[in-house]
């Protein structure tokens, strides 16, 4: 049974950085996106970054763009989204998901594309 942890969320102040981790288990990472995705109250769930488990394809939220980056660690069996410059407007809660099938989906960003998920973990910016 595949089972990712997330970690690291926290309150920071606007302009702080912040890193989530998601410890994945049971889980065959050859070949396979998995993403970071958040919801805040009151809004849908929205992708935020997405990576190619085999290499170095990203997507990102426009939102994010040029202030969050992915990375993994496969030893660790961990990803990790790292959060710079961050916003009000970045609270929510952020979930780690992790894809079924081996094809790269139509749109990484998109909840549908993911089997897989974490059970969130909260960041809070604000002053």
């Known amino acids: 049974q595949v089972q990712l942890v997330e970690s690291g969320g926290g309150s920071v102040q606007p302009g702080e950085s912040l890193t989530l981790a998601c410890q994945w288990s049971n889980y065959p990472l050859a070949g396979r996106y998995m993403a970071w995705f958040r919801q805040a109250p009151g809004k849908e769930r929205e992708g935020v970054a997405a990576k190619s488990t085999g290499g170095d394809n990203t997507a990102f939220a426009g939102s994010v763009k040029g202030r969050f980056t992915v990375s993994q660690d496969n030893i660790k069996m961990t990803m990790y989204l790292h959060m710079t410059n961050l916003k009000p407007e970045d609270s929510a809660i952020y979930y780690c998901?992790?894809?079924?099938?081996?094809?790269?989906?139509?749109?990484?960003?998109?909840?549908?594309?993911?089997?897989?998920w974490g059970r969130g973990t909260q960041v809070t910016v604000s002053t």
């Open positions: 998901a992790a894809r079924s099938a081996q094809r790269r989906p139509d749109n990484p960003l998109l909840a549908a594309s993911y089997m897989y």
